[in-house]
């Protein structure tokens, strides 16, 4: 079996003022020290230019929780990939499903948004997942397939040589809900499916995290899996102590 490094990545989504964060990431700076898993934190964008400076000399790697698909231009708001990676950005979360519901973005436009990030050299962290009611009518794998299917066709597959898939059910995600390991298990493998039709060796050495209520109490039963390299992590990623066992959960 292919040995995937974990990855834990804290997604802060917007949370957190300079006086909360700044003593939360001394917290994790400390805490991981000696660890073998890689860990990556996701703060606003805003705070991007104070973590590039905290995480200097750490092994902690940077990331955003979104970006434009688009270079440069009149776009009020935007940020683009090369912003990001001005400040040291190694991975961008693309296709979050609070962004998919609340922002309309649509598979196309994720899409545009994932090559975005890797024509800068980043790696992009794209999240999948079904909703409540999509489970229910057992149409999982097909939104699922819809997803990443999207991103293959604009991308190909060799993009997934330099990515993170996260499976995200977004009926899981802060809502204490977990999947269950085995529940999600089942979709992970589903997904290094859906890629192996176009390259095995690719699916095979894809990284695929689970993000839904990960605590510190359930990481370690979910990192077992054996398709499941890690975690994508909101609110347990806010508190110190909660985040750092997750960090610890091994395989
Ligand atoms: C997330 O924001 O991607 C997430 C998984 O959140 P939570 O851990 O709070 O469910």
């Not at 649509?106 to 999509?134: H, S, Y």
Request: hydrophobic share 45%; with cysteine; glycine share 8%.
């Amino acid at each position: 079996m292919t040995e995937r490094q974990i990855l834990v990545a804290a997604n802060w989504k917007m949370n957190g003022t300079l006086e909360t964060i700044r003593p939360l990431l001394q917290s994790v700076i400390q805490g991981v020290q000696g660890i073998t898993t890689e860990v990556a934190i996701c703060p606003p964008s805003i705070y991007i230019p104070e973590l590039a400076v905290q995480l200097n000399g750490s092994d902690i790697s940077l990331g955003a929780q979104n970006v434009s698909h688009l270079e440069a231009g009149a776009y009020t708001g935007e940020i683009s990939a090369s912003m990001l990676k001005d400040f040291g950005c190694q991975y961008v979360i693309v296709g979050h499903s609070e962004r998919r519901a609340l922002y309309a973005e649509n598979d196309a436009l994720v899409a545009r948004k994932f090559i975005a990030v890797q024509a800068k050299g980043m790696t992009p962290i794209l999240c999948v997942g079904e909703l409540l009611q999509e489970r229910e009518s057992n149409n999982t794998e097909e939104v699922i397939a819809r997803q990443l299917d999207a991103v293959i066709e604009l991308a190909g597959i060799e993009a997934f040589k330099n990515a993170v898939v996260a499976y995200e059910p977004v009926w899981a995600i802060g809502t204490g809900k977990t999947a269950t390991p085995e529940q999600a298990q089942e979709v992970h493998e589903f997904i290094r499916l859906r890629l192996a039709r176009h390259d095995n060796e690719t699916a095979d050495n894809v990284r695929v995290l689970y993000g839904g209520s990960v605590k510190a109490d359930n990481a370690e039963q979910l990192f077992k899996m054996a398709d499941i390299d890690g975690g994508l992590i909101g609110g347990a990623s806010l508190v110190a102590e909660d985040f750092l066992t997750i960090c610890k959960a091994m395989r």
